[in-house]
């Protein structure tokens, strides 16, 4: 994926800190969240291609689609590209400087359709409704897992029957001897993209407390226990995987 002009280079733990805090969606580190996100996500622009081909495939005219954790948009982006312009775009994120960088990098790439950007809670439940597609791409992990559930639920309630919700995770594998061999080549996969050791283990501390994967089974039980009854995984590498959760 191309890096826009407004992109920074993620350097957050790059030098040495004292005492390493939870990771938060602050300033610092949405000025570089685009390197950040492209270096530490394995096909991360793959993902969003397959992502906006769902979406495109599933979103009905007289519907809206929520993008939930919208971050700096680029999922909106290239959602952008595909879903026809008469559909409005209603991006959600608890971070006011993402939203604020969002709306900034819209304007800047053209957007001429309705949208509307919303800072909000994801734990506070936000109103979804007349949705034909939902998306949580790598934020389902962030919601603390007592509320997973009822967020799960909140969405399926604000699908229209036949949308879809598109979920991407990072994920635990199914076996714990498999788990320590995917988050090596994870780890791996950080040093090709020109993370230190030091840049590694001081964002593996400041997440420890924050990002909390499930195993791919668990978030497709948590799927159908909400309601969602086809479920298919498009995507998979190691401990990261893409669904697609239907309601019928």
């Known amino acids: 994926m191309k890096r826009s002009n407004s992109q920074e280079q993620d350097a957050v733990f790059r030098d040495e800190i004292t005492k390493v805090s939870d990771f938060k969606f602050g300033t610092r580190v949405v000025n570089v969240f685009d390197d950040m996100v492209n270096r530490s996500v394995p096909y991360y622009g793959e993902i969003q291609r397959m992502v906006a081909e769902l979406a495109a495939d599933h979103a009905l005219p007289g519907t809206s689609i929520y993008d939930l954790g919208c971050s700096t948009g680029t999922t909106l982006?290239?959602?952008?590209?595909?879903?026809?312009?008469?559909?409005?775009?209603?991006?959600?994120?608890?971070?006011?400087?993402?939203?604020?960088?969002?709306?900034i990098k819209l304007k800047e790439a053209g957007l001429t359709r309705p949208y509307e950007l919303l800072v909000d809670d994801l734990h506070q439940q936000p109103r979804i409704q007349n949705a034909s597609v939902v998306i949580l791409c790598l934020t389902l992990q962030f919601v603390r897992p007592l509320y997973r559930s009822k967020l799960l639920k909140n969405i399926y309630e604000g699908l229209n029957q036949g949308g879809v919700l598109i979920l991407?995770?990072?994920?635990?594998?199914?076996?714990?001897?498999?788990?320590?061999?995917?988050?090596?080549?994870?780890?791996?996969y950080k040093r090709r993209r020109d993370y230190s050791e030091l840049e590694i283990s001081q964002k593996r501390e400041a997440l420890e407390n924050v990002l909390i994967p499930y195993k791919l089974s668990e978030n497709v039980?948590?799927?159908?226990?909400?309601?969602?009854?086809?479920c298919e995984t498009f995507f998979k590498w190691y401990n990261f995987s893409g669904i697609i959760a239907t309601k019928q």
């Open 77 to 103: 982006i290239g959602l952008n590209e595909l879903v026809p312009q008469d559909i409005p775009f209603i991006g959600i994120d608890e971070s006011a400087e993402m939203i604020s960088k969002c709306d």
């Open 168 to 188: 991407v995770e990072k994920v635990l594998a199914e076996n714990s001897v498999f788990n320590r061999d995917f988050i090596k080549y994870y780890y791996d």
């Open 221 to 230: 039980e948590l799927l159908h226990e909400s309601g969602f009854t086809h």
